[in-house]
């Protein structure tokens, strides 16, 4: 399994995978690629020599894509006619029906259904069994930095999502949640978490850090939020707060922006989550 970025694939003119995939597409890298129209360009080039191509078509984008390349098969979790849909924790497919992947707890929100109904499409084409790829997924134990759970203090639960480094990926885990501790921040990206407003209502309170507290303190408006800072800062004000409504409650580390400002990279943000939350006495999730 290769994942392949649009810098790579605007440069490539021989990649041809068994098996292509296309899960979405929004703004990113757009300076790169002179424009919208560009990075989209960039990102079809990975069916220019596939074998199977594997196209979402939850936005405009990607419906465009798909209408280009020939055989296509689509995906969606948004209810968009496609060769496959994911909905309410099962697949539908054309070939071997439902799927039912309720049991999966690693495949929480939308975005991971998405994942899911691409990772048994590309399985099934390449020869895996219904039985072996239904197991894969049931067994999934996730990805560390994605909607991971790192540990649980009293009734309240830490979940670290700090590969999304951008507002389209925080909306998938904020809209997983019905209620939230948000921490968010870092170096923010175009548009910044402007797209994120109808999920405001669903934040209990938000703790900013980095570049874009400020920011994004400003556009949240009267959502409740705090400029904590640092991420020990976060952590810590966040857990006070999650635990003094005496409820299960979820802290969210989910930045919806780079993270240059502070750390190296996504996963070193991602640790000093872990860390901050180990420290307050958590029980790590693998002994929860």
């Known amino acids: 399994v290769i994942e392949v970025s649009s810098y790579q694939l605007d440069l490539t003119t021989s990649f041809a995978p068994d098996v292509a ?3 979405n597409v929004s703004p990113d890298h757009l300076d790169r690629h002179g424009g919208m129209e560009g990075y989209v360009e960039a990102k079809a080039r990975i069916f220019a020599h596939a074998g199977l191509a594997l196209v979402g078509v939850d936005e405009a984008w990607g419906q465009g894509i798909a209408a280009t390349v020939p055989g296509a098969h689509t995906v969606s979790t948004a209810g968009t006619p496609a060769d496959i849909r994911a909905t309410d924790g099962r697949l539908v497919t054309g070939t071997d029906g439902h799927v039912d992947l309720t049991a999966a707890r690693s495949l929480l929100g939308r975005h991971n259904a998405q994942n899911a109904a691409f990772a048994y499409a590309a399985a099934r084409a390449v020869g895996v069994s219904r039985e072996a790829a239904v197991e894969g997924l049931l067994s999934f134990p996730g990805l560390a930095h994605r909607m991971e759970t790192v540990g649980h203090l009293g009734k309240v639960r830490f979940v670290n999502d700090s590969k999304a480094t951008n507002a389209d990926a925080a909306r998938q885990a904020l809209a997983s949640y019905e209620r939230s501790f948000w ?8 548009g910044g978490i402007d797209d994120l407003e109808d999920l405001f209502p669903r934040v209990v309170e938000a703790f900013l850090i980095g570049e874009a507290a400020g920011p994004f303190a400003a556009r949240l408006g009267e959502t409740p939020h705090r ?62």
């Open 21 to 23: 995939i296309l899960t």
């Open 183 to 190: 921490i968010a921040g870092g170096r923010a990206k175009a």
């Open 227 to 288: 400029i904590s800072g640092d991420m020990a800062s976060a952590v810590n004000a966040a857990w006070e707060a999650a635990a003094a409504t005496g409820r299960d409650e979820v802290v969210l580390l989910s930045p919806a922006a780079a993270s240059f400002d502070q750390y190296p990279d996504f996963e070193a943000r991602g640790e000093a989550f872990r860390a901050a939350v180990l420290a307050l006495g958590a029980q790590p999730a693998s002994a929860a």
